[in-house]
């Protein structure tokens, strides 16, 4: 198995505009998560969706963020506008449901976002 | 206060030496204990998991937790210079998605 994919790896853009970062979770895996993380703040978790619905989005910091899961195998973390404080790696990750209660998730390499 | 705290070191240390990771934490509900290390520019894999206060050992590594002190521990044995990384600690209640992850803390081990 490939493991997770994120695109771009890495995403370098202006503030204002607008950014779409992309995950294809592991095949058969039934939750997706979308994490930030900083030197100052760690990992946070944004959003996580199973089957494909999200599930609890109480982390996404403003309405500027916004993510989707139209099928299985693809999520999208959209900023718009995008600010200079959203410069972050932004990783995704997957699990599969029915696992060990301990929540392995595998995670992507990550797409390192800087919003100039 | 974080849920879970974690020294951010950076940790520098010596081929061959004992290191000791550590992070304390203040929700009771946490009942699974983790460590993901991070490599340069990677992902956070798994490295080890205890659902239970005491020691858990994989090889080099022994995982030790303290859940009447809120006190989880990462041990590295005979520490190698492929262990430089950094550790995250990670938690989660039962029958809950949401892992709650600290800051992470650097390590360097020097040939």
């Known amino acids: 198995d490939a493991g997770v994919i994120q695109s771009p790896r890495h995403e370098v853009t202006e503030m204002g505009q607008e950014v779409t970062l992309r995950c294809k979770p592991i095949?058969?895996?039934?939750?997706l998560f979308w994490y930030r993380q900083t030197m100052m703040r760690g990992l946070e978790l944004l959003i996580y969706?199973?089957?494909?619905?999200?599930?609890?989005d109480s982390g996404m910091p403003e309405d500027r963020f916004s993510a989707k899961m139209p099928n299985a195998s693809f999520s999208t973390l959209k900023i718009q506008p995008s600010e200079p404080r959203d410069s972050a790696v932004y990783f995704c990750?997957?699990?599969?449901?029915?696992?060990?209660?301990?929540?392995?998730?595998?995670f992507g390499p990550g797409t390192r976002l800087t919003v100039l | 206060q974080k849920e879970v705290e974690q020294d951010p070191g950076p940790l520098s240390v010596p081929e061959g030496a004992i290191v000791s990771l550590n992070c304390t934490y203040s929700?009771?509900?946490?009942?699974?204990f983790m460590w993901y290390r991070q490599y340069s520019r990677k992902g956070p894999e798994l490295l080890m998991y205890?659902?239970?206060?005491g020691n858990k050992e994989d090889g080099r590594f022994t995982a030790q937790v303290d859940k009447s002190s809120k006190y989880i521990s990462l041990f590295i044995r005979d520490s190698q210079p492929s262990d430089s990384a950094t550790y995250l600690c990670?938690?989660?209640?039962?029958?809950?998605?949401?892992?709650?992850f600290g800051t992470g803390t650097k390590l360097q081990v020097i040939p």
């Open positions: 969706f199973n089957n494909n619905v999200p599930i609890d």
């Open positions: 205890t659902y239970s206060s």
């Open positions: 990670a938690m989660v209640s039962g029958g809950y998605q949401k892992v709650t």
């Open positions: 990750a997957s699990r599969l449901a029915g696992g060990p209660s301990y929540n392995e998730q595998f």
């Open positions: 095949s058969g895996h039934d939750y």
């Open positions: 929700n009771s509900a946490f009942q699974y």
